[in-house]
Structures are given as C-alpha cells and as structure tokens.
C-alpha cells in the first residue's frame, strides 16, 4: 500500500501557523492589518488547484485565511484536488484543501474494508478488537512525511563560533531567573528596503520560539548541556518589509517543573546578528521584555517531560508579535554577560555551539474522529476536517473524546471565539483505562482517559489561538468544556506533529502484507522517539538512554541514512562522563543516572558507526573514552574467579517480571549479581563488548592495549564458564551461586564466544525452546537475533516476529516498553525489526569499516520474495529476491563506487556497480 501523505506540499511555504494568524507566508502590506490573499501554490499538477487563501477574517487583526472548498470553474479550480481513479465508479473523493493543508479521504480498498465491520443497520462502526483492523488500516495510511526543509534555516558565520558575541543574553528585570516564568520579547526595527538575507543567530534558555512580523520561524534551541549550549541560525530576509519590522521571542523558563532531559542554567535570551547589516537587532537592554501573567503550570499528572499550561485568555497580550501591538509599557530589558562560545573568553556560564543538526518538522496533521461526546453535544461532520465550526451554547457542561487513529507528537493548536468565562482542558493520552488497565487500545466502550493536560479560558473575542509551548504525545485527546454565560465556538482544532525531519529511504516489502503493518508501526515508533535527541518514550521521559540509542541509531541508518542525531548522540554520551570515567546512562539529564552495562553499549554503537560510516576522523575522537570506560570495567575484575565483582549504580539489564524493581537498592531489570558481583550476563557482555573495542583500539593506534583486552575477554569467558556453566543442563547459571537461569546469560554466551563456537547452535536451541528460563523481552530480543544469526539460524527471524504481531492485535499503533502490562505505548527499543527486516532478512551489511564494501546474505525464512533499499554514503542499495525451485533470483544493485559480495547457500559472489542479477 502505497502511503498517502497528510502534508501539503506547500504546508512550509503557505502553512505556517502561529498564535495571530494561520494565514500562509504572506507578504504584509504597509498600511493593512489584515493579511492580503496571498501565495498561490500549484498543486500536484499544474492543471489542478492553485490554492488561494481567502482574506476573510474573523477579526481585522487575525486573518484566518480559509481556502474554498469548491471552485465554480474547472478552469480556476480552488484548492481540490481530485484524485481520479481507473474507473470513475470507484474514483476517491475530493482531497479538500484547508487552512494551508490537505486531507486525504479514505482510499476504496479502505472503504471496502471499513464497511465489513459496520454495523449494517446503523452504518456505526463495531467495537473492541475487530475495530482494530480498520483503525490500522487507517493509521498506516496517513501517516505524515517529512516536510520539506525548513525555508529560513541558516549557516552562521564562523567568526561567531569562536569569538565573543557583541550580542548580550537578556532577561526580565526584578523577576526570579531561575523560576517559572514565560516572557515575551520584542526589538522593533526600521528597513529602508527589504535586504536579501537577514541572517539572526539565536539561543535561550530553557526554551524559545522566534517570531519575525507575526510569523513563527523556529523554535529551540536544540537540547545540550551548559558545555554544549546549541544556538540556531536563519535568514529571515523573506518575512521582512520595508519600514517598521519586528523580531518577537516567547522564551519559557519551567523552574522546578523543567523536563528532566532539559538542562539549564537560567533565563535567558540571545540574538547575534550575523553581519553588520543585522547588528541593529542584536540583543540588549533596549529589548522589551514582558513576563506573561496568563501562564501558570497544570502540575497535576506530570510527566518527566514538563508541566501543563494552565493560560487566562483574559490576561493574555494577544497579538504581542505583530509589528501593530503597542508595547510601551513594557520593561528594557536586564542584561547578562555576553554570548561565548568555546575558547572566545576565561570564563563561562553557556558555551555556545552551533547546532549540529536540521531544525525539526513541523507538519500539520488532521484528528481522525470523535469517538464519544458527553453533554448532548452534535459535532459537525467537517469539524475535525475545519469545514465546520463547533458552538457549545452557554451554561452547558460537554466533553468530547477525539482519536487520532494513531499515535503522535504534536503540538496541538484549538482555535476558538467568544466564550467568555469559559473553560477548555484538552487531556493528553496514548491508550484509555479500565480498572487502571490498558487493554484494547481501540476501544472506547466503558474506558476512560488519564493523563497530563492543558487549560484554557477564553476572554470572549473572536479568532483567539490555543497552543501548549511544548508538543503534546497523544492518540487520545479529550476536550472538556464548560461554558458560563455566552456561548463558546470551537472553530477548529488539530495537530502540528513535530519531530527530527527523518525521511523514509529505505523500504521493505516481501509477499506477507503483515509484516508491512510491522515495518510501518515500527518506522513510526523511531520517529516519535527521535527529536532533538533519541528519546526512550515521547510520553513519560523523553530521555535519551545509550541502551535505547543504539538500536535507534541503527535504525535511522539503515531507514533515512541520515547520521547526525547519531553522531550527536555519541557525542554527548562521551561528554556526560564523570570523574570515574563512565558515561551517563542518559544524556542530557539534569539527575545524573549511572547504568555501567550502557556504557558498555556506547562502545558498541561506536563500532557500529565506525562500520557503517567512512569517519575515521569522528571515530578517533571517541577512542578516549572508549580507554577510560574499558579501564572503569577492568580495575572491578575479581582477581579471584576471572569475573566481574562488586559494580556500583544501577545494572539494569532487561525488564522481565523476574527482576523486579526495588525502591531501596538500585534494582529493577537487575540479574542476581549486579550489585554484588559473580553475574554471568553482566561480565559475558564486558568480554562480548571487548571484542568490538580491540577492533577500535587496534585500527585506532593502539595495538599492545587491544591486546591487554584480547587477554581480558578470554579471562572473563573463562572465569564465566568455570562458575556458571551447568554440565547437567547446558545451560549458563545467571550468577556464580545458581540463583536463577535466563535467555540472557546464555545470549552473551554466544555473543561473547564464551561458549565454544561448535557448541552454540545446540545452546541457542536449548535457550530459544526452554520457556522456564527468564525471557527476554522486546528490548533483550534485539541482542536474541544477534546470537540467533550468530549461530546461522537466521532464516527463522521471521518466524519468530510473533510478539510484535501481539502487539498490533491490541491495538498498538506504536511498538511499546514491554509486553502487557506495559507502561510505555511507544519504546523505540522495540522497533529493532526495521533494522532486522533490512539487515538480516535482505541481508544488507558492511563488509568492511566505513562500509566501502558490502556483504549481502539474505534469509527468507518464510518469505517467498523480498524488496528492500538500503540507504547508503553513495547512494541507495536495492535488494529484490524471490525462492525458486532450486534456490534464489532477482537482482542486486549497487550505486556507483560501491562494490560487495552476495553470499547464499555457501558461495560467494562477486558485486559490482549497477545492476547484477542472481541466480542460484
């Protein structure tokens, strides 16, 4: 199924949102105050739709540009797109563009599937688990691409990245800059003539969104640390004009609520322009700044990710970034220090470095359904489509319960009128409950919803705009409103999904149509878990963790190709070290968390970009770290029994029920061992991660310490197999007392190669088949595959993808923590399938560091044929392959410079440039 994008193709060009407008990118005229018609955008085809955004607005300083929905001339279409179908019968109904972007009606195979489960007297759709089909159906469908690149993204000039900034950071004047507060700043400037770049450099602290004349530009910055304080660079030439101008920045400081993954210092705000031409808007005390009393933070069912909005439209300074708002009684601003970068200056509060990956996408993103309303309210059937406007009359109490079919991050945006006194919370969730229990996560019936949430009252006006400062991570969206004595109108609510701007180059497609299901649900996993940093969940931490990382990692790299969230991620991992010379488990966090087996998984994630990418130069950089970590694992080695002792902080392992979480010891996914010493799985994977770091060392310059390691990892695999094997059973012991077996200690077995390599395929049988040992769970199973190609059992992964065709059958629209009861609906540490789909069963791997060469070892399994591209440095490798009677066809191709070998059935043969086709 091909999948239908939820984005205009003009969704940056002529969809920009933000709180005083959702007109497109319009060029304002001097004297009006409205927003002229603006950007016609040829559509798909020049033969249809040149959108017009129309000029009507609700009120004269908000336009709420609408697109007409029908044109009255086929010559002049307005903004319908129609796709036509083979036959005129079954051709789709009219994509209806609105508020600058489009909507995707259900394709006539969907139809076909939705109306088998209708209900055939009432057309209503059936409930529980058979719904579950048509809701995948639907989220797989619409989905969102990734938008273009943002238009006003930027390179600063390099002086900036070592020289002290003329620019100062600023804040508010007799307010606390270390607590809670949202501040609005304005600098007003004057062009004689519209220049051809305007190029600003801009960081703040906690977090920032910048304005230029009313228009939402960029938000940031990207998440680093007080060494690493990332700044954004655009050219904002194309929203300036000639006269006044106005540059705008809601800054945001959480105080005590800060998200965990948000390190900071204080308020702060800092623009630097690039040239002189922009030197005039450079940060200083004649900013105006003004501290938002609208705000205050919804504090209840908090997440690690922040707090709510809690906003008093009637305390609101609505249209504060326009160039027409009168800010003459707002404050000049506080100065504090200037902007510094590394190595500019003695001393430092934020280092400032240019940020090292693409702004993130913003793309608008359409609410599926209602599913259940309270309070005798009827929803227009265009609502949630923003055709049809949504009145509660006054002194009623109502409640509507919207599914986006799917799981997202967004920021959603409501747009109301009227309503004074009025009161709105929108309630944020991935799944409803049932006696605290998830269950179905497609059905509603009997289910309620719980989760973080944000409130708004609004002051009675027209074309007044809701929007939290931080996206939300939702399936579920619950609006509760209470309107008192006039009548409240909800003229449009939606989703602008955010995340890092991933594009799906690769792909995989074989005969099972299911595992498309499984390729998609997973794709769409790693990309909410991917922002500015890796996240673990987007829902409760939005924290990025090594173990987490890894998979994550490879999966961008084997999907888009893409490495510079990774590259960033090593990169903050090898900073967040402390004085014993490990690595954080989580980076950045503002409570240093210590899980010594991640730091092992850093050094593996270096080697798999050491494989996968040419870099030798980033790679060198990493070897440091790489030394101080393997010393921090040596000097705990029992000299005694040849395995680990005694490791401090929190070993976590694997979330099974078996290991579980103690509040008075670091435990929680901790093996017998972990504390005190002894543990078969925590020394195997000491020894399993010296193998890829004596790769490292000795292609790196260091030949006699890959040695010392070499000696190391026989002593631990060694020591391991003296005190832990069980003759009896064949089977590793977890720890040197007996206390327990489990999947996990003899995976490292095999990985290690403390178990003898002749004897591993028996011992992965007996671990694979043996259900009373401790189960790995979807996080443990990525490191399973491992041992599983290791011992040349690759051709039954397929077969064994069962648990996450579990998770589809409950409704999961995004691969979770663990298996029910699970906490978290969305871990991109379960979406290693989408690795595996590419690198083991089209078999697509580095033959060799840097990836200059390629092995490509197919394993069916199952599977009678395989289509598969794998981005890479040089171009894209694409595989397709089906059995035959005698074995396997199809062909190859590599992209030009690219050359490998095809392995089957124990023969290997040549790959070269191009186009080869297989026959064996």
């Given at each position: 199924m091909k999948k239908n994008s939820f984005i205009s193709k003009c969704s940056h060009e002529t969809g920009r949102f933000h709180e005083s407008t959702i007109c497109g990118r319009a060029k304002q005229a001097l004297n009006m105050k409205t927003a002229m018609a603006v950007l016609a955008k040829q559509a798909l085809n020049t033969k249809t739709a040149m959108a017009v955004l129309a000029k009507q607005a609700l009120n004269t300083k908000t336009a709420m540009a609408v697109l007409a929905k029908q044109a009255l001339n086929t010559k002049v279409a307005m903004a319908v797109l129609t796709k036509q179908a083979e036959n005129t019968k079954t051709a789709m109904a009219v994509l209806t563009k609105t508020a600058g972007f489009t909507f995707p009606e259900f394709g006539d195979g969907q139809k076909q599937l939705i109306s088998r489960f209708q209900n055939p007297g009432t057309g209503k759709f059936c409930s529980g688990r058979v719904l579950g089909l048509v809701f995948l159906t639907v989220c797989l469908s619409v989905w969102p691409g990734r938008a273009e690149k943002n238009p006003y993204e930027a390179s600063p000039d390099a002086v900036w990245n070592t020289r002290k900034w003329t620019a100062h950071w600023i804040a508010c004047p007799d307010e606390s800059p270390y607590d809670y507060g949202v501040y609005h700043f304005r600098k007003a400037f004057t062009l004689d003539a519209v220049?051809?770049?305007?190029?600003?450099?801009?960081?703040?602290?906690?977090?920032?969104?910048?304005?230029?004349?009313?228009?939402?530009?960029?938000?940031?910055?990207?998440?680093?640390?007080?060494?690493?304080?990332?700044?954004?660079?655009?050219?904002?030439?194309?929203?300036?004009?000639?006269?006044?101008?106005?540059?705008?920045?809601?800054?945001?400081?959480?105080?005590?609520?800060?998200?965990?993954?948000?390190?900071t210092l204080k308020t702060g705000l800092i623009v630097q322009g690039n040239t002189e031409r922009e030197a005039a808007v450079n940060t200083d005390r004649y900013w105006k700044v003004y501290r938002n009393p609208a705000y205050t933070p919804v504090t209840e069912e908090r997440q690690d990710v922040g707090c709510g909005d809690r906003v008093q439209g009637a305390l609101y300074p609505w249209g504060w970034e326009t160039p027409a708002f009168d800010d003459s009684g707002w404050k000049l601003s506080r100065t504090a220090g200037r902007g510094r970068p590394y190595g500019s200056d003695s001393g430092y509060d934020r280092v400032l470095w240019e940020r090292d990956i693409p702004l993130m996408e913003e793309s608008p993103l359409r609410m599926a359904t209602v599913r259940r309303t309270e309070g005798g309210i009827t929803v227009p059937d265009g609502f949630l489509k923003g055709t049809a406007p949504l009145t509660v009359p006054a002194g009623r109490k109502v409640s509507l319960l919207i599914d986006q079919a799917f799981l997202t991050t967004a920021y959603p945006e409501l747009h109301v009128s009227g309503g004074r006194g009025a009161s709105i919370r929108l309630t944020y969730s991935e799944a409803l409950y049932r006696d605290g229990q998830k269950g179905n996560r497609h059905e509603v019936d009997g289910r309620s919803i719980r989760g973080s949430f944000d409130e708004f009252y609004p002051d009675g006006a027209a074309g007044r705009l809701f929007r939290p400062l931080w996206f939300r991570t939702y399936r579920y969206v619950q609006a509760d409103i209470e309107t008192a004595g006039e009548p409240l109108t909800l003229n449009d609510l939606y989703g602008m999904y955010t995340g890092y701007p991933f594009r799906e180059n690769g792909s995989f497609e074989s005969d099972a149509p299911q595992m498309k299901d499984l390729w998609t649900v997973g794709w769409r996993t790693a990309r909410l878990c991917a922002h500015e940093t890796y996240f673990d969940c987007p829902y409760y931490e939005q924290l990025q963790y090594v173990g987490d990382t890894r998979i994550q990692a490879l999966i961008s790299l084997y999907v888009d190709g893409d490495d510079r969230l990774m590259r960033k991620a090593i990169r903050m991992f090898d900073r967040s070290r402390s004085y014993e010379g490990i690595t954080t488990s989580r980076y950045p966090s503002r409570v240093n968390q210590y899980i010594p087996p991640f730091s092992m998984y850093w050094i593996n994630m270096v080697h798999d970009y050491w494989m996968l990418r040419d870099d030798p130069a980033f790679v060198a950089e990493c070897i440091p770290a790489v030394k101080t970590i393997l010393g921090w694992f040596a000097a705990k080695v029992d000299g005694q029994t040849g395995m680990l002792g005694a490791v401090p902080h929190w070993n976590f392992v694997d979330w099974p029920p078996q290991w579980p979480w103690d509040t008075d010891l670091p435990l929680g996914g901790v093996p017998p061992g972990g504390i005190t010493g002894g543990s078969s799985i925590l020394t195997l994977q000491l020894a399993y991660t010296l193998k890829d770091a004596t790769d490292l060392l000795s292609a790196f310059g260091e030949p006699e310490l890959a040695a010392r390691y070499e000696t190391l990892c026989r002593t631990l695999c060694e020591g391991t197999i003296a005190r832990c094997w069980d003759e009896n059973r064949r089977l590793l012991k977890d720890d040197t007392q007996g206390s327990s077996y489990s999947q996990h200690a003899n995976i490292m077995g095999i990985l290690s190669d403390a178990v003898p390599r002749e004897r591993q395929a028996a011992l992965f049988e007996k671990l694979n088949a043996d259900t009373s040992l401790i189960q790995a769970t979807f996080y443990y199973r990525f490191y399973l595959f491992r041992a599983l190609r290791k011992t040349g059992g690759a051709e039954r992964y397929t077969a064994m993808l069962q648990p996450w065709y579990d998770m589809l059958r409950t409704g999961l629209t995004t691969f979770a923590e663990n298996p029910e009861p699970t906490r978290s609906d969305c871990h991109a540490w379960s979406a290693s399938p989408n690795y595996d789909l590419l690198a083991t069963v089209c078999g697509v791997e580095p033959a060799e560091p840097g990836f200059k060469s390629v092995r490509i070892e197919p394993h069916l399994g199952h599977l009678k044929s395989v289509r598969g591209q794998v981005p890479h440095p040089k171009g894209t490798i694409k595989v397709e392959l089906k059995k035959t009677e005698t074995g396997i066809a199809g062909s190859v191709s590599l992209p030009e410079g690219l050359q490998g070998v095809f392995v089957f059935d124990g023969k290997n043969i040549p790959l070269k440039s191009g186009t080869n086709r297989i026959n064996q």
């Open positions: 220049p051809a770049s305007f190029v600003l450099n801009i960081s703040a602290d906690n977090r920032y969104r910048l304005f230029v004349n009313g228009q939402p530009v960029c938000w940031g910055p990207a998440r680093g640390d007080l060494a690493h304080w990332y700044y954004e660079t655009v050219d904002v030439a194309s929203l300036l004009q000639a006269g006044e101008n106005v540059l705008a920045v809601a800054v945001w400081n959480f105080g005590e609520y800060t998200p965990g993954a948000q390190m």
